[in-house]
């Protein structure tokens, strides 16, 4: 990293978002968890918290772009520099490009200051004859008309080419785009009442008495969407259980499943909790949840979660799903729930990283894993009872093909319909009636696929 740059707690929002930079690029260190984690250390004010969010945030999800102008002037190309380097100057050029508030003379200054610091003068003077050069030429800071949709798409919206060029094939190119353009929009911050403690006209009457600007989810009868209101895990209404942080498509996985009181639940791949805790409130805490995680140390997530929601009815195992056939006796569950593991193609959007570190090797590998899944515990429901199968991907292979391959080698299932899911336009052909594919566009929301089967025999 060269020079050390005194005691963490001096750094400023910028040296804290390049060293986040620097360890995604040469540890694949997660940005969510390593910014956290240096955020933490840092002891920044509220708002150059909220900068150096925007800098790592906004300079991974914009990575090809900005390699791509960067390498207009940089000599030997962006490959060549040192990784720290590399990320000061993607840094840098996604704030002159994409952040109107910053001054481009400061984005340089600080620049150099940072280069100064960190490296020796040659360093420092090639920073600033980069920045400067980019200043001069902003005519090279556009993107080509003369591009295929792919690779258009792929630099206007920076995403792998290989990627949108799936997507255009499976949804066509508008759709594509349109889901390329909302990964690089900021979440909506939304919340799932706990209706075993209040309803939810009540707890948004609390929060617009606090002069928060809160609303009713469009998407799901327990959310709330949180226009202006800071960190909701950090209120009251969290600590005491009112409420939980989840994405609104999500939400509607646990309603779904519609599980009533007293009846047993399986939740197969259950950490981090908040379907779990979902499905428990909706049967007002009566009735049991097997909620199984792969790894031992979520379980802590789970169990800590149904403890803030004072929810008495979840219990956590820990097992490989695989295995849980060997556990439990067949047909002994009146709901399952099964929300694979996957691509995650849905939430990129929240976790930048997705779209560059995933390859089509990846989808075909989890895809397999989600047809053992499905397959070894569809003999734990029991026969007029429903297993919902979920994923947070767009991608076609891991949703409908799945449904698909599942139905015609269980005979003793069928799509249950006549389950209300919001409303999409559907872009192509799917299964209707008993699963729903969100895309983030629809609802501003997370991507999300849904499917519901019920056991006949």
Known sequence: MGARTGKTRNQTA?????????????????????????????????????????????TVARRNTLDYFLNKFVQKGTAKLQAWVRSLLRMSVYQVVYLDRVPDHAVVSEA??????????????????????????????RIPDDLSPEERISLE?????????????QYGADTAEAICQANNEPPAVSVRVNTTMISRDQLLDEMNSKGLDAVPSAVSPYGIVVRSGGNMALTSWYTDGLLSVQ???????????????????????????????????????HGRIVANDLHAHKHQ??????????????????????ELKERYAPASFDRILLDAPCSGF??????????????????RDIT??????????????????????????????????????????????????????????????????????????????????????????
Not at 113 to 135: C, D, E, F, P, Y
Request: aromatic share 4%; net charge negative.
């Open 368 to 457: 397999q894993l989600q047809h053992e899944l499905l397959d070894s515990v569809a003999g734990l429901l029991k026969p007029g009872g429903i297993l919902v199968y979920s994923t947070c991907t767009i991608e076609p292979d891991e949703n409908e093909g799945q449904l698909t391959q599942f139905l015609s080698e269980h005979p003793e299932y069928e799509l249950a319909e006549g389950h209300s899911f919001p409303d999409v336009s559907r872009e192509k052909d799917s299964i209707q009636g008993g699963s729903v594919q969100l895309l983030p566009q629809h609802f501003h929301s997370d991507g999300f696929y849904i499917a519901r089967l019920r056991r006949v025999k």
């Open 247 to 285: 994405d609104e498509s999500s939400m509607l996985v646990a309603e779904a499943v519609a599980p009533e009181p007293g009846m047993l639940v399986l939740d197969c791949c259950a950490a981090p909790g908040g379907k779990t805790a979902h499905m428990a409130e909706l049967m007002k805490d």
């Open 14 to 58: 910028r040296e804290v978002a390049l060293d986040v930079l620097t360890s995604v690029e040469q540890e694949g260190a997660y940005s969510n968890l390593e910014l956290n984690r240096r955020l933490q250390q840092a002891g920044l004010s509220a708002s150059d918290a909220g900068l150096a969010t925007e800098l790592v945030y906004g």
């Open 157 to 169: 919206h920076s995403h792998p080419q290989w990627l949108v060029k799936r997507w255009i094939k």
């Open 112 to 141: 150099v200051t940072i280069a100064k610091r960190r490296g020796h003068q040659g360093i420092s003077g090639m920073v600033n004859g980069v920045l400067r050069s980019m200043l001069r030429e902003p005519d090279k800071l």
């Open 301 to 322: 997530l789970i169990r800590e979660q149904a403890n803030r929601l004072g929810l008495d009815a979840v219990e956590t195992v820990t097992g490989d799903a695989l």
């Open 346 to 363: 849905g939430v990129i959007r929240r976790k930048p990283d997705l779209r560059w570190s995933k390859t089509a090797q990846d989808v």
